[in-house]
């Protein structure tokens, strides 16, 4: 069965008229339905066709669609256009490993295996974030080359986005880790005091301990740099 799939402009609304819809949507056929609770069922589709909407009317409870298929137009040599798709396929495979989705793997191999560029266009919208209005301005593109280059600025886009993401967050687990070990050198500095009887909050007698211990001059200097690292690291707040 062919179902035709087309994207509201206001989510929000539960009962959407004509004029709530998007007039490009995408020809699917249906591959599975499941029934998830007692009134939600499932739909799993595969896309065909772009599909321009000319009337919408209903029929039998439901709307149904007069129209035509929207042709893949290219003014650039196909040499070009296939350049442009290689491009997105290389970034879609640095975006799907930067952001470790699930499926990324299997997203990977499917792009490696797609040779078609307009198929290559069309799942490379599937797994960036797009508002649903800039995802169906890439849908509505008519010229090939014109949709590959737009979708490949979003895409250059997204990966700057994910890398700066990346090392924000490993800065701040490089930070995390440094908090932790000085927290740690902190206590057992606490710990060093206590068991010598000293007053945490001075250091001068523990410092004289460390002098009339009786280290050789080597170790000495070693525990007596030690001392001092530790007692520079600053209080937690």
Known sequence: DLLLVVTQKDPSKDKPQVEDLFSVGVVCIISKISQLEKDSLQVIANGLFRFQITELVEHEGYLAAKGFRLPEVSSAQSERVETIAGEIRQVGKI?????????????????????????????????????????????????????????????????????LHGEIH????????????????????????????????????????????????????????????LNSIPKAS
């Open 170 to 229: 490993n800065k701040m687990m490089d930070r995390l880790s440094k908090d932790q070990r000085e927290q740690l050198l902190r206590e057992q500095l606490k710990t060093i005091n206590e068991e010598l009887g000293e007053d945490p909050k001075s250091s001068d007698g523990l410092s004289k301990r460390i002098e009339e211990a009786g280290f050789p001059n080597d170790i000495l200097k070693l525990v007596q740099d030690e001392f001092k690292r």
């Open 95 to 163: 975006i799907l490993t930067l952001s470790g989705a699930p499926g990324a793997e299997a997203l990977i191999k499917l792009l490696n295996q797609i040779n078609d560029p307009a198929q290559i266009a069309d799942l490379g919208c599937t797994f960036i974030h797009l508002t649903t209005l800039a995802k169906q301005r890439l849908l509505e593109m008519s010229d090939l080359e014109e949709r590959l280059h737009a979708l490949l600025s979003e895409m250059l886009r997204e990966k700057e986005r994910l890398v």
